[in-house]
């Protein structure tokens, strides 16, 4: 199947605590997988990507955890801010090879001033 | 251009019209994507073209909805006989390059469509 299942839909925390998204995909040959943040009313944007040579990349406060046996990835948003506030996206390419992105159905974050 | 531009941004058009969406990839990018988004939902795959292969239209929902792609370059999404349920954003995307283990794809803005 080409599914790409995400949780939770949505996410409240208050700011300064840390906050975790998960993903998982069913097509063992996919190799990419990116992280998308969509702020409202504008178009999704790459904040962190990971490849499947990986198990874990970060950049300042998010990261990203790769397991590919279980085929699962994760995003972590640490010492979380208002203008983390937005809706997050997985992706995964439907195999190795092929560029079809197929993404998950996103988590609305919240940060609480 | 500096980025991926779609057009129009906004369009209201009455059940059972046709429209056309337009995309203008970055420059130089082969893959070109298009999703549509509903209010408040995720990213649904639409149709996929990479270079001159032949377009993934696995993700049409139905034969009211086709795209082009020009030259390898711009692309246009056209909805036959629009339905309500056709309201959404229809979201192009674009991509550098076949090669590499994963490859950026870059977001326009969207063309907003309502169907009155």
């Known amino acids: 199947g080409e599914n790409v299942e995400q949780h939770p839909s949505t996410l409240s925390v208050q700011e300064g605590d840390s906050a975790v998204i998960k993903c998982t995909y069913s097509d063992s040959a996919s190799n990419y997988f990116p992280w998308y943040k969509q702020e409202l009313g504008k178009r999704p944007q790459l904040i962190i990507d990971i490849r499947s040579n990986v198990g874990e990349k970060k950049d300042q406060r998010i990261a990203v955890t790769l397991n590919k046996t279980a085929k699962h990835f994760s995003l972590h948003i640490t010492e979380t801010q208002p203008e983390d506030s937005a809706v997050y996206f997985c992706?995964?390419?439907?195999?190795?090879?092929?560029?079809?992105?197929?993404f998950g159905t996103g988590t609305r974050l919240k940060v609480l001033a | 251009g500096a980025g991926v531009s779609q057009s129009p941004s906004n369009k209201v058009t009455e059940k059972g019209k046709d429209v056309e969406l337009r995309c203008d990839p970055i420059s130089g990018h082969t893959a070109l994507y298009w999703y549509r988004q509903s209010l408040g939902q995720g990213l649904e795959f639409l149709i996929y073209?990479?270079?001159?292969?032949?377009?993934?239209k696995s993700g049409l929902p139905s034969d009211r909805f086709s795209a082009e792609r020009t030259g390898g370059s711009v692309s246009t999404l056209t909805i036959q006989r629009t339905q309500q349920e056709d309201s959404a954003v229809y979201l192009c995307?674009?991509?550098?390059?076949?090669?590499?283990?994963?490859?950026?794809?870059?977001f326009g803005e969207g063309s907003w469509l309502t169907v009155v």
């Open positions: 073209f990479q270079g001159n292969s032949a377009p993934d």
């Open positions: 995307a674009s991509r550098p390059n076949r090669g590499g283990a994963g490859n950026t794809i870059y």
């Open positions: 992706a995964a390419p439907r195999g190795s090879g092929t560029y079809k992105y197929i």
